[in-house]
């Protein structure tokens, strides 16, 4: 692992099937009575917020308690940012509080690889969504469902995505889930397709390592797992397709269309969802649609990351002292 995670592109395949694998052995202790290790134990965890967030940040804040991990919940609002604080008095002064890993969302692309760059703190960097860039700890735990959807959880481990059909639809212009999910899928051997209007796929994606469709049904029939994203009208300055009615019609996933895709197929999104938008109530109630999982695997996820980071260790089982305590 290396110091930092910033982006689901810097993390090779034995990177990300690591960070899987840990996250399966950090998923049992949640089915301990007492579900802590003591690894972080006298560690410092900064979950430093500039954009709101409910989902990601208690999820990191979950992650870091379960290891043991004091952690320190920092908002842009009502803080000395609201007044004008920089980034980087910011994060010397939370460098000076002892911080050893900073959890951090921005607004703005390219903060996290600021700070873990700028040399104002020595902690690790944790990108938790910047801008419209990237959020690989979503891809992460994405994956992570994946694999236990589709390969199992115990006879998944050691395993990719190999030759796997993802097809991930919507808002793919404005969606940093969207590139991490493409790069990290990529590297662990997953065949994926983005799907969206036209006004909604990004200029030079032709680089990126997928497809582009702009039909829905023609590719659900052969997708193992199929990514709802969200339309991010807080992104919007302009109008990208005529109406949300027109929208759902051609983009939304219904039960019929549902219909079409294989039987083990899986559906997924990474919250909020918008009901009736992008995704019927029929499919995210039902038992295909993985959004309450990924809510759990996220928690995993994130006690793998940190786990790594901070404790340094090649094996995430837990050693027998820390068992018995």
Avoid at 57 to 77: G, M, Q, T, Y
Avoid at 145 to 165: I, P
Avoid at 196 to 223: M, R
């Amino acid at each position: 692992m290396k110091r930092h995670l910033i982006s689901a592109a810097d993390l090779t395949r034995d990177d990300a099937v690591l960070i899987l694998d840990t996250a399966e052995e950090m998923a049992r202790v949640a089915d301990r009575p007492i579900k802590k290790l003591p690894t972080l134990r006298g560690r410092t965890v900064v979950n430093l917020f500039f954009e709101d967030s409910t989902r990601t940040r208690i999820s990191f804040e979950a992650a870091a308690k379960r290891l043991s991990a004091d952690v320190i919940n920092f908002s842009a609002k009502g803080s000395s940012v609201s007044k004008g604080e920089s980034l980087k008095d910011t994060a010397l002064t939370l460098e000076a509080m002892g911080a050893d890993a900073v959890v951090i969302r921005h607004g703005a692309s390219g903060a996290p690889y600021r700070l873990a760059t700028s040399g104002w703190i020595d902690g690790a960097v944790v990108n938790a969504g910047d801008g419209t860039h990237e959020h690989p700890t979503q891809a992460l735990l994405d994956a992570f469902t994946m694999r236990r959807r589709l390969v199992g959880a115990d006879s998944g481990l050691g395993r990719d995505l190999e030759g796997r059909r993802i097809t991930i639809v919507g808002d793919i212009l404005h969606s940093r889930v969207a590139r991490s999910n493409v790069h990290l899928l990529n590297t662990l051997g997953a065949h994926v397709t983005l799907v969206a209007p036209p006004t909604l796929v990004p200029v030079g994606v032709e680089q990126w390592p997928c497809e582009v469709s702009y039909g829905l049904d023609e590719v659900l029939s052969k997708s193992d797992a199929v990514m709802m994203l969200r339309v991010q009208r807080e992104r919007m300055n302009a109008a990208y397709f005529p109406t949300e009615r027109e929208y759902s019609r051609r983009y939304g996933l219904d039960g019929d269309r549902m219909a079409k895709m294989p039987e083990h197929a899986v559906v997924m999104h990474p919250g909020p969802m918008v009901r009736g938008m992008e995704i019927t109530a029929e499919v995210a109630d039902s038992d295909r649609c993985t959004a309450v999982e990924q809510v759990a695997n996220g928690v995993s996820i994130r006690m793998a990351v940190l786990y790594l980071l901070l404790g340094g260790y090649e094996s995430a089982a837990p050693s027998r002292t820390e068992e018995n305590k």
